[in-house]
């Protein structure tokens, strides 16, 4: 049997291979020929992959996604306003530095969680949430990775949980310091909820006030390095469908977001944190800041690591946007848009799409279709 009849049989029966490395191996041996359709980049995104970027982090230069130091907190605050509602207007997305959490617990916690990849794979498939192979995982964004993934927030439980299934003497450092993270998390995302509800000219807390009913689910991710550069993704093109995400990248790089049809790379600097406005905020500012459409680049080389914190609304939530973002001019977009709803459609439209049907699950990877159901049509 060639090698791609063999790997999607093996994927239909649902065995394997069992991680994304065993695939790295395969493809190895069999070049381009041996990818399975579904993992194939889309042909919209074919074009836009630049010669070289997958080898080497951009360089400098040509960066463009604002970076802010939110150190501005205490010396120029309306400045500050005017630089996050900025970027969240134009790209959905930005970095920021000087943000108050210590980096070195940043660095603690993501060096001790990637550890846990370094694990035989018999204990890390011990986990409820480990994903050795994400191209399996259809209801993942991410494809060329493996992930291990913790509810935090409040409740130590599931942290403990999975702590101890990994590494079952306990490891202290990674619980405590990741309690540590989450609740420095929090304090932070009602700051800038509060910031951004300054840039939008809404109540001071329309937006915070919910933070202390969403949920925070966070993920350590590994991309191996693939010897197929020029036809996979680490993660396809995507937005997320929860309310707001952060993130922290090493420094290989390859995370981009798309503006006005163009990808631009996220530079990677140690200690910062990416926030990506996702599907709910969108809404909730009735279109006025964008979801981050965004992808990540394989390198050929190197392995990359990343870290993702997604904050949940509450499923109870509607996300209705306030009357002060609605005007003549900028007509209400979308019905209320309850979260639990949105997050369980995408779910079930993820996990049922056909994905060797590369228009299809583009297109239900980017959200447009399931946010369309919300959208009023005037
Ligand atoms: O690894 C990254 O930098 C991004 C991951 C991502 O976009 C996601 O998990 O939704
Ligand atoms: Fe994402």
Known sequence: MAAQAILKSQYEAN?????????????????????????????????????????????????????????????????????????????????????GISVQSMQQLTAEGYKYFELPLERKQQSRSYVGDNTTFKLSSLHWAESWTIYGKGSWEDLDAEVLSAWPEGNDSLRIIAAKFFQDLEELTKQLFELYAEDLGVGSDFYSKHVDSSELMVRWNHYPACPNPWSILGAKTHTDFNLITFLLQDQVGGLQVERDGSWFGIQPIEGSLIINFADGFHVWTNGTYKTAVH????????????????????????????????????????????????????????????????????????????????????
């Open 15 to 99: 065995k394997g291979p069992a991680t994304i490395g065993d695939l790295s191996e395969t493809l190895k041996r069999n070049g381009e020929q041996g990818i399975p359709e579904h993992l194939k980049v889309c042909d919209e995104d074919l074009s836009t992959l630049e010669s070289g970027i997958h080898e080497d982090s951009e360089p400098r230069g040509q960066y463009q996604v604002p970076v802010i130091d939110f150190s501005l907190l205490q010396t120029d605050r309306l400045a500050l306003v005017q630089m996050l509602g900025d970027a969240a207007r134009s790209w959905g997305c930005c970095q920021i530095v000087n943000h």
């Open 295 to 378: 992808r990540v680049l394989v390198n050929t080389r190197k392995p990359r690591f990343s870290f993702t914190a997604f904050w949940f609304a509450n499923n109870a939530l509607d996300y209705i946007a306030p009357d002060e973002l609605v005007d003549a001019n900028h007509p209400r977009l979308y019905k209320p848009m309850n979260a639990g709803e949105h997050k369980q459609k995408t779910v079930e439209k993820r996990s049922k799409v056909d994905m060797s049907n590369q228009r299809e699950y583009s297109k239900v990877l980017r959200g447009t279709d399931m946010l369309n159901q919300w959208r009023i049509h005037s």
